[in-house]
T-cell receptor, first 112, second 114 residues
Framework: QKEVEQNSGPLSVPEGAIASLNCTYS??????FFWYRQYSGKSPELIMF????GDKEDGRFTAQLNKASQYVSLLIRDSQPSDSATYLC????????????FGAGTRLAVHP | DVKVTQSSRYLVKRTGEKVFLECVQD?????MFWYRQDPGLGLRLIYF???????EKGDIPEGYSVSREKKERFSLILESASTNQTSMYLC?????????????FGQGTRLTVV
């Protein structure tokens, strides 16, 4: 079992719709959870992080964390073509020193 | 503006060569990471370092070693390059904080081993 799992996609949504990206993790000791966005040919950049159960909102983005189910998700409201990218879920394993582990990423395509 | 700089954007090496990939950060971060990224596999952690001269293996350390002699510099070494090490290599750094350890990435080095 992979430590961080994501559906590879592609996830295709129409412009203006809500995109829902999901991630599960296996280590119950994980402390912090991150969503990175990576455009083709570019390096990943942080969108947001979450470490408490529940929802965290930042503009059009909402991260949701459920530690009991070992599940974290990212919702993108009013999706735009510029949101088309690969979204990487990352987990801070915290087994001593901030070891950041990534999932394989979900490719999102927002079509006009 | 935060910056993580990798020494090369593209690199072509021959099988069996010793290869050095260099990474420098200017943010005084404690943690530094080396990942490789392959299609469908995401970012896989090779090694990370939490302090000068300190290192820990990641998930795929075989065939690689690292060096961190100064806080700002983290080098990845391919002892004897092989074709299955052809990949995109990404360096990252982060501060040693409790929870919100955002990692900042370099521009990546695309290594081709022929």
């Amino acid at each position: 079992q992979k430590e961080v799992e994501q559906n590879s996609g592609p996830l295709s949504v129409p412009e203006g719709a809500i995109a829902s990206l999901n991630c599960t993790y296996s280590d119950r000791g994980s402390q912090s959870f991150f969503w990175y966005r990576q455009y083709s040919g570019k390096s990943p950049e942080l969108i947001m992080f979450i470490y408490s159960n529940g929802d965290k909102e930042d503009g059009r983005f909402t991260a949701q964390l459920n530690k009991a189910s070992q599940y974290v998700s990212l919702l993108i409201r009013d999706s735009q073509p510029s949101d088309s990218a690969t979204y990487l879920c990352a987990v801070n394993r915290r087994s001593g020193y901030n070891k950041l582990i990534f999932g394989a990423g979900t490719r999102l395509a927002v079509h006009p | 503006d935060v910056k993580v700089t990798q020494s090369s954007r593209y690199l072509v090496k021959r099988t069996g060569e010793k290869v050095f990939l260099e990474c420098v950060q200017d943010m005084d971060h404690e943690n530094m990471f080396w990942y490789r990224q392959d299609p469908g596999l995401g970012l896989r952690l090779i090694y990370f370092s939490y302090d000068v001269k300190m290192k820990e293996k990641g998930d795929i350390p075989e065939g690689y070693s690292v060096s961190r002699e100064k806080k700002e510099r983290f080098s990845l070494i391919l002892e004897s390059a092989s074709t299955n090490q052809t990949s995109m290599y990404l360096c990252a750094s982060s501060a040693f904080t409790a929870r919100d350890t955002e990692a900042f990435f370099g521009q990546g080095t695309r290594l081709t081993v022929v």
